[in-house]
């Protein structure tokens, strides 16, 4: 079977790579916000490069945690205010970043439900107010989409009635698993995180008078045991076959 024209660009992408980069063993840490593109990207990065790449998938806040506390890793995929803070602090090496996408907070249904119109602030309270329970991240827990959110009911004045019932996701989940199961009539996170969940509909971004767009950035922790090939992981998501991937997921590549 001839390779796919993905393939093709990740070879591309990656010919350059000294031999001595090749089978490492890469072990990356990622914000859930891109796991269902990082899922897909290291399964065609592998293949291509002959790395293995081990991925522990959480809230962005919460990785850049761990790699400020000194844990070990070779790679970070987390939200670019994070990243600078880590750069800053030299727990990042400096001149590895790269921004590889921007994510807007979205609105999702089950597949098949009805789609209430959230095109302005007033529609989406409307659809807000009369659903009968809705999932959104706990901001107690420092997701970007989640805290986010918060602001965007107290600005719309229903904080107290949303509240009242929501349905948070346990920390690192994705709040259209809450959708799917027949718990909550409305999910909200970032757009990469909703489209990873089989079953589920995207009505929309919020509204942009209510709108957070996040850009995600990929950086070598000064932790690394193997930064060459973390540096080649960072320059294929930043590949044309990176970006159809990234924007099939919602996601704006850059």
């Avoid at 880590?86 to 590889?100: I, P, R």
Wanted: proline fraction near 6%.
């Amino acid at each position: 079977m001839k390779p796919s024209f993905r393939k093709v660009l990740a070879l591309v992408a990656l010919c350059g790579l000294a031999p001595a980069t090749l089978a490492a063993e890469i072990r990356a840490l990622s914000t859930i916000a891109l796991q269902s593109v990082m899922e897909e990207l290291v399964h065609d990065f592998e293949k291509a490069s002959g790395h293995k790449v081990n991925v522990a998938f959480g809230l962005g806040v919460a990785q850049a945690k761990r790699i400020q506390e000194g844990e070990a890793a070779d790679f970070l995929l987390g939200p670019r205010g994070s990243v600078d803070a880590l750069l800053k602090s030299g727990k990042l090496v400096q001149g590895s970043d790269a921004s590889v996408a921007r994510s807007s907070v979205g609105v999702a249904v089950r597949k098949g439900a009805p789609r209430p119109d959230i095109s302005s602030p007033e529609a989406l309270k409307r659809t807000l107010l009369a659903a009968k329970a809705v999932s959104y991240s706990n901001p107690a827990f420092g997701g970007a989409s989640g805290v986010h959110f918060a602001k965007v009911i107290e600005r719309l004045g229903i904080a107290e009635e949303i509240r009242a019932k929501t349905k948070f996701p346990p920390e690192g989940g994705f709040t259209a698993r809450l959708l799917v199961a027949g718990e909550v009539d409305l999910a909200v996170q970032q757009t990469g995180e909703l489209l990873a969940t089989p079953g589920v509909e995207l009505l929309g971004p919020l509204p942009t008078d209510l709108q957070s767009v996040t850009t995600f950035a990929a950086a070598v922790p000064a932790t690394a045991r193997q930064p060459e090939a973390a540096r080649a992981l960072i320059k294929y998501l930043q590949t044309p076959a990176a970006a159809a991937v990234m924007k099939a997921r919602g996601l704006e590549p850059m």
